[in-house]
């Protein structure tokens, strides 16, 4: 089992495109992959999975699990599932959270589990998401912007992993706006934390198979990934 909990520096950094990127890749690679999105949040659609997030996962990895493996938890609010909890009375629900990944671990050789905003992102009181990926056993991948200010917040995330002891895979750029240039920014993360980039993935306009394909083998050592 090679699974990956894929968590970013903030919410809207790229954690479902890049985690799509990379499901269809393992897919190309011929690897049986699965995806899971344990809380998802925001507006429901009005068609097919609730989440468009579950959306882009399944459809990349082009699974056939059902939506309450892939996603056991949906809130109708665009907040953190704490909130969620506070605001709708949806108690988030571990134990079905980590009975789902049970079951998915069983179907697929590799799962990409999306988290949800960041690394502190609170699910109950006192239960963030360091807590759901130590309670999965699986490491995590970072992925960051580089938009002036994510060296901050990627050594953050960091020095948080570390506290909780969550071993981390490495660090993937999503280069799709502005700011650091990305050689630049590598150079800076890897000597300031030890932490490795294992690549930085463009601006996507195409979201077909074979172009996330092309990028996604292109620009990342996915061979360290699955190392
Ligand atoms: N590499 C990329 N190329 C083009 N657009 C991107 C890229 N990464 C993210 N985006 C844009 O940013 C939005 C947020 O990305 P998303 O993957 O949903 O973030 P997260 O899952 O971390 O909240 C996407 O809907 C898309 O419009
Ligand atoms: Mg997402």
Same mark, same amino acid.
């Given at each position: ?21 990379? @499901? ?10 699965? +995806?899971?999105?344990?809380? @998802? @949040?925001?507006?429901? #659609? ?6 468009? *997030?579950?959306?882009?996962?399944? =459809?990349?990895? #082009? ?9 056991? #938890?949906?809130?109708?609010?665009? @907040? ?8 709708? $009375? ?8 980590? /009975? /789902? ?7 697929? *050789? ?8 960041? &690394? ?14 130590? *309670?999965?056993? &699986? ?5 960051? =912007?580089? =938009? ?17 002891? &969550? ?15 990305? /050689? ?11 932490? $490795? +980039? ?11 198979? *074979?172009?996330?394909? =092309? ?8 061979? #360290?990934?699955?190392?």
């Amino acid at each position: 089992m090679n699974s990956f909990f894929i968590t970013g520096t903030d919410t809207d950094v790229g954690k479902t495109y890049i985690t799509a990127g990379l @499901a269809v890749s393992f897919r190309k690679m011929g690897i049986n992959v699965g +995806v899971m999105k344990p809380f @998802a @949040a925001g507006t429901a #659609q009005k068609k097919g999975f609730k989440s468009e *997030d579950v959306e882009i996962l399944s =459809r990349a990895a #082009q699974v056939t699990d059902p939506e309450e493996l892939i996603n056991p #938890q949906f809130f109708p609010i665009h @907040a953190s599932p704490y909130t969620a909890w506070k605001n709708l $009375k949806i108690k988030p629900k571990i134990s079905t959270i980590l /009975s /789902s990944f049970k079951k998915l671990s069983k179907l697929h *050789d590799t799962l990409l589990v999306e988290g949800v905003g960041g &690394i502190m992102t609170p699910i109950l009181k006192n239960y963030y998401v360091t807590h759901l990926i130590k *309670d999965m056993k &699986i490491p995590t991948l970072i992925v960051t =912007r580089t =938009r002036v200010g994510t060296i901050n917040h990627t050594m953050m995330t960091i020095k948080i992993c570390e506290k909780y002891k &969550i071993p981390i895979k490495g660090i993937i750029i999503n280069n799709f706006d502005e700011g650091y240039d990305v /050689s630049i920014l590598k150079r800076d993360l890897e000597n300031l934390t030890g932490v $490795k +980039v294992l690549g930085s993935i463009p601006f996507i306009d195409n979201m077909s198979d *074979d172009s996330l394909n =092309r990028v996604f083998q292109k620009n990342l050592d996915l061979k #360290q990934l699955l190392k």
